[in-house]
């Protein structure tokens, strides 16, 4: 039974939660700034990939119900004009199912700090994204190698805020850490991302946001079978999401997402067509 089949009934729940819960008095108390909470993403999409799903190797039937979901913990603090994220990447088949290799090694930590500052009456927003992620399973001698398959990224990006739907343009530079291990390599790989987005009020305490975006990658560290980079547009994609701000601090959101794979350099990854993918994401968050 999967989750993503009762996105619409949960959304409209939280619609009810916003109504009977809402607080303007509790929403309107002086925080701190720090956020936690913990958000499951029913499959784990990243630039074109089912990363634990179909592209996993799990199964090549892609009428099977195989996508595999992770869930992210996280922490966050937010000072001046930057936002520290501190967040786990769980496979949800470490919890409850039969986890396979990729899901056994790549749960790691990442720390995120994000910031933005507005410019002209706030009609551009200059952003700025820098983040590490830490992956303790690559140190060890089962991993394969011994190296550290840690990664970095830079990310700024702008957006013209008071353009209708807001289009921002990022540009992230991602690579991996070198350490001291012999014969490792920094790679650099580059992803841009044109996006499109719009937030609408539904009731007092939910907002329905809609977004829209296309990307294209360059990812040299990812080789084709004929030693070439793969480059092309990764992902195009669309989402809905609802937030709901109920008493106490507490938060709850739910999204439907869609992207669309279009380049063969991306979709035949592994060997047989993955264009189409579709998840869900549920969260919760309590501030203070």
Same mark, same amino acid.
């Given at each position: 039974?999967?989750?993503?089949?009762?996105?619409?009934?949960?959304?409209?729940?939280?619609?009810?939660?916003?109504?009977?819960?809402?607080?303007?008095?509790?929403?309107?108390?002086?925080?701190?700034?720090?956020?936690?909470?913990?958000?499951?993403?029913?499959?784990?999409?990243?630039?074109?990939?089912?990363?634990?799903?179909?592209?996993?190797?799990?199964?090549?039937?892609?009428?099977?119900?195989?996508?595999?979901?992770?869930?992210?913990?996280?922490?966050?603090?937010?000072?001046?004009?930057?936002?520290?994220?501190?967040?786990?990447?769980?496979?949800?088949?470490?919890?409850?199912?039969?986890?396979?290799?990729?899901?056994?090694?790549?749960?790691?930590?990442?720390?995120?700090?994000?910031?933005?500052?507005?410019?002209?009456?706030?009609?551009?927003?200059?952003?700025?994204?820098?983040?590490?992620?830490?992956?303790?399973?690559?140190?060890?001698?089962?991993?394969?190698?011994?190296?550290?398959?840690?990664?970095?990224?830079?990310?700024?990006?702008?957006?013209?805020?008071?353009?209708?739907?807001?289009?921002?343009?990022?540009?992230?530079?991602?690579?991996?850490?070198?350490?001291?291990?012999?014969? @490792?390599?920094?790679?650099?790989?580059?992803?841009?991302?044109?996006?499109?987005?719009?937030?609408?009020?539904?009731?007092?305490?939910?907002?329905?946001?809609?977004?829209?975006?296309?990307?294209?990658?360059?990812?040299?560290?990812?080789?084709?079978?004929?030693?070439?980079?793969? @480059?092309?547009?990764?992902?195009?994609?669309?989402?809905?999401?609802?937030?709901?701000?109920?008493?106490?601090?507490?938060?709850?959101?739910?999204?439907?997402?869609?992207?669309?794979?279009?380049?063969?350099?991306?979709?035949?990854?592994?060997?047989?067509?993955?264009?189409?993918?579709?998840?869900?994401?549920?969260?919760?968050?309590?501030?203070?």
């Amino acid at each position: 039974m999967r989750i993503s089949k009762f996105f619409m009934l949960f959304s409209l729940a939280l619609m009810i939660t916003a109504q009977s819960v809402y607080s303007p008095a509790a929403s309107a108390q002086e925080k701190i700034g720090l956020d936690m909470g913990i958000t499951y993403q029913s499959d784990y999409f990243w630039r074109g990939f089912s990363f634990y799903g179909y592209s996993a190797g799990v199964t090549k039937d892609l009428n099977a119900d195989s996508t595999r979901g992770v869930f992210f913990p996280w922490l966050g603090y937010a000072f001046s004009d930057f936002y520290l994220y501190i967040g786990g990447e769980v496979a949800e088949a470490l919890i409850g199912d039969e986890p396979n290799d990729l899901e056994k090694d790549w749960n790691g930590i990442d720390f995120i700090l994000t910031g933005s500052k507005g410019i002209l009456d706030d009609s551009i927003k200059l952003g700025i994204k820098l983040s590490y992620f830490y992956y303790p399973r690559s140190r060890k001698d089962d991993w394969g190698n011994g190296n550290a398959n840690d990664f970095y990224e830079v990310a700024p990006s702008i957006t013209f805020a008071k353009l209708p739907l807001s289009p921002k343009l990022l540009v992230s530079w991602y690579g991996r850490i070198e350490e001291q291990f012999d014969g @490792q390599e920094t790679m650099k790989d580059t992803y841009f991302q044109l996006s499109f987005g719009e937030s609408i009020e539904l009731v007092k305490g939910a907002s329905l946001y809609l977004g829209a975006w296309g990307s294209y990658f360059y990812y040299a560290s990812y080789e084709t079978a004929e030693g070439d980079p793969r @480059q092309g547009f990764s992902d195009i994609g669309a989402m809905a999401k609802i937030s709901v701000s109920a008493s106490a601090g507490v938060s709850f959101s739910a999204s439907y997402n869609f992207a669309y794979t279009p380049d063969k350099d991306f979709y035949e990854a592994n060997g047989y067509e993955d264009k189409y993918h579709n998840w869900t994401t549920f969260g919760v968050t309590y501030s203070i």
